[in-house]
Structures are given as structure tokens and as C-alpha cells.
């Protein structure tokens, strides 16, 4: 899947990729600022799902899900310090916790 958002230059890290804006789109402050946080958790959540090589891992990352890919098969869940780690996978992505429900 493609991402649906850019990183941008200034105060906001991230805007909709390929999102032209209209002069006057927001009518207020508060619909501007819904909409700029809301793009950047999109962002930030895009940032989070995105492989990362294995070499760029610290143990300060824990567990993570690793890959080889093409994508095969399910991900190896755990961290090179494992004894039983794979050594074929090349890519992790962080494990991202729910938000708690009511």
C-alpha cells in the first residue's frame, strides 16, 4: 500500500501526498487544527509501518516484527537477541500497541 501522506518542510511534518489545497478551505482555527493532527498521526502511523534495514535496530527496540522480503510468509516476532532468531530476515517494523478501548 501506498502512502497517503508526504513529509513536508516547517511546522508540520506531514500533509496529504498530492492534496491541493484551496485558498479558504478551513473556515476556522479549530477545523485547521483537527485536520492538521489529524494528518500528521496518519503520518507518524505511516512512519511507524515502514521497514526499517537490520542494522539500523537497537535493543532499546525490543520485539519487532521481522521480514524477508517479497513478503512470503507471517513475520518472525521477536528481536536478534532471541536464540532461535531467523537468520534470513532483513526489515523490522516496530510493534505498534492498540489504543486501549472504553
Not at 501526498?17 to 503520518?43: C, I, P, Q
Not at 518472525?76 to 523490522?92: A, I, R
Request: hydrophobic letters at 30%; one cysteine or more.
Amino acid at each position: 500500500m501506498d502512502r497517503l501522506t508526504e513529509k513536508t518542510i516547517g511546522t508540520f511534518k506531514y500533509d496529504l501526498k498530492n492534496f491541493k489545497h484551496k485558498t479558504k478551505e478551513f473556515n476556522d482555527y479549530d477545523a485547521f487544527f483537527a485536520y492538521s493532527n489529524a494528518v500528521k498521526r496518519l503520518g507518524e502511523l505511516e512512519d511507524a509501518n515502514e521497514p526499517k534495514p537490520m542494522e539500523e535496530w537497537h535493543e532499546d527496540d525490543g520485539d519487532c516484527l521481522w521480514w524477508l522480503f517479497p513478503i512470503v510468509e507471517s513475520p518472525y516476532c521477536g528481536s536478534p537477541l532471541d536464540s532461535d532468531f531467523p537468520d534470513y530476515v532483513t526489515h523490522f517494523t516496530k510493534l505498534t500497541l492498540p489504543i486501549q478501548s472504553k
